[in-house]
């Protein structure tokens, strides 16, 4: 096992990914391009944090620009052989509540596991339950967190209901209750109609 180190990762992308290269590195040693494959062949492990500026899908529901976001992942293989990818992706996120529009902190974790397959490798012997991701190139980290993060992010975001600022309780027998409800005037007359029988 081990950990990826700065000087290396920019000596291999300064020479040979220039076009993909951005030339500034994240903090904490964390690369801003790697080649999964490798990464994986080596049993590298990458752990720090990232900044979400660079995640604009992701950024552009977030309320906190300035979120930060920790990785602890590991590459390796498998008992089977297979080349692979996980570990755990935390962020604590602010988005708008979907009920009021207001702020709402969330705490996101996700947790991939992925096998990582070159082109030639057929997807179709792996684990029926597995995951997979076919590295072609090397890829931007930041592109691999995001994709991760929005699965995990909830399709519609909200405060719990006591917290909600648009949340008002109704009682079950308010007449507002009663009339919001479609079928409540074919119930009272049922209720009439069953007393005259």
């Not at 300064?14 to 391009?33: C, E």
């Not at 990464?39 to 995640?55: C, F, I, N, Q, T």
């Not at 691999?144 to 995990?152: H, R, S």
């Not at 909200?158 to 409800?181: G, L, N």
Request: aromatic letters at 4%; hydrophobic letters at 45%; a negative charge.
């Amino acid at each position: 096992m081990s950990i990826i180190f700065l000087e290396s990762y920019k000596r291999i992308f300064d020479t040979n990914f220039s076009q993909l290269y951005d030339a500034r590195l994240m903090l904490n040693s964390l690369p801003v391009i790697i080649d999964p494959i490798r990464l994986a062949d080596e049993g590298a492990r990458l752990v720090g944090d990232l900044s979400l500026k660079p995640m604009r899908r992701l950024a552009a529901v977030c309320l906190n620009a300035d979120a930060r976001i920790s990785i602890d992942l590991q590459f390796g293989r498998s008992a089977q052989k297979w080349r692979q990818m996980h570990g755990t992706i935390t962020a604590m996120l602010q988005v708008a509540c979907q009920r009021c529009l207001q702020g709402l902190v969330l705490e996101l974790k996700a947790e991939p596991a992925l096998i990582l397959l070159q082109p030639h490798e057929r997807e179709d012997m792996m684990p029926e339950e597995a995951e997979s991701m076919v590295a072609t190139k090397p890829v931007a980290l930041a592109e691999i967190v995001e994709d991760e993060l929005l699965l995990a992010l909830p399709m519609i975001p909200m405060h719990a209901e006591q917290e909600c600022a648009a949340y008002s309780p109704i009682s079950k027998d308010s007449p507002a209750t009663v009339e919001s409800h479609p079928f409540a005037r074919l119930r009272a007359l049922k209720k009439r109609t069953d007393k005259v029988k």
